[in-house]
């Protein structure tokens, strides 16, 4: 049986203060026993006075992002072992905004990919496709070839110390969530193409569905078979509805 995972991506936003704020009443509103795992994934500046608020709670930190590259002269970048060492757990790689506003390829990716599980983070591997390409009917082609640009560097087995978030570009931060059968249709799709390498891993990866998920779909996203949970952007920003998103993934 997967374990739900709810992660909130704060994207660009917060403060100290706001950040104080947040966390507290989450984790005042936040079930004890809940089945589902929490995970927070604030700005890069924030992770550690993050990690320091939510360090006698089960929820996790991860970073939004890392770089391909171990250490050295890459100006601006973080490294795994930076998140590790600030107390994060897992990191997302390839959201669609990093691929579309800062241009990273599938092969940037696989490679971020690859330095996360190198510094032992477990990387939330992001995939979806844009409006143009559902409605030209490349959904399933554009999230293959996404998938693949890992695969082909790491094989199967990498997936089963990972996270894969299937985030439809049009649903982010549009108010506008995949139905449950839309996403499901995808996310049943992705486990179908792990089985075909790894049984095993197949049952066991968790899938999160990304985009526009709030209180009031969440229960019915997370009702679907192959949909273990959320990525979770602007309602993961106020603790009232988030919390009630985790409670919904059970
Ligand atoms: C995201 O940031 O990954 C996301 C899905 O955002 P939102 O929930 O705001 O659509």
Redesign the pocket.
């Known amino acids: 049986m997967r374990r739900p995972l709810v992660a909130g ?1 704060w ?1 660009m936003h917060g403060s100290r203060a706001d950040n104080a704020t947040l966390v507290h009443g989450l984790l005042d509103l936040l079930q004890p026993g809940a089945r589902a795992d929490v995970l927070l994934c604030p700005p890069f500046v924030y992770l550690w006075e993050t990690g320091r608020l939510v360090k006698d709670s089960d929820v996790a930190l991860g970073g939004q992002s890392v770089c391909a590259e171990a250490q050295g002269a890459f100006t601006g970048e973080v490294s795994g072992a930076m998140l590790r060492d600030v107390g994060c757990r897992y990191v997302l790689v390839g ?3 990093r691929r579309q506003v800062y241009g990273e390829s599938d092969s940037l990716v696989a490679r971020k990919f690859v330095a996360a599980q190198a510094s032992g983070l477990v990387p939330v591997l ?1 995939v979806g496709e844009t409006l143009d390409e559902r409605e030209a009917g490349r959904t399933s082609s554009v999230v293959d070839r996404q998938l693949d640009a890992v695969l082909a560097v790491t094989g199967v087995g990498a997936l089963g110390s990972a996270v894969i ?1 299937y ?1 439809p570009v049009w ?4 108010g506008r969530n995949a139905t449950p059968d839309q996403a499901q249709e995808v996310h049943e799709a992705i486990r179908a193409k792990v089985a075909a390498l790894d049984g095993t891993i197949a049952d066991s990866v968790r899938i999160l569905y ?4 709030k209180a009031s779909n969440a229960r019915e996203l997370f009702a679907m078979p192959d949909i273990d949970g959320g ?6 920003l106020k603790a009232d509805e988030f919390a009630q998103i985790c409670a919904a993934a059970g």
């Open positions: 991506n994207k959201h669609s905004e992001c978030a985030e649903a982010i931060g549009t990304g985009g526009s998920v990525l979770v952007g602007g309602a993961s």
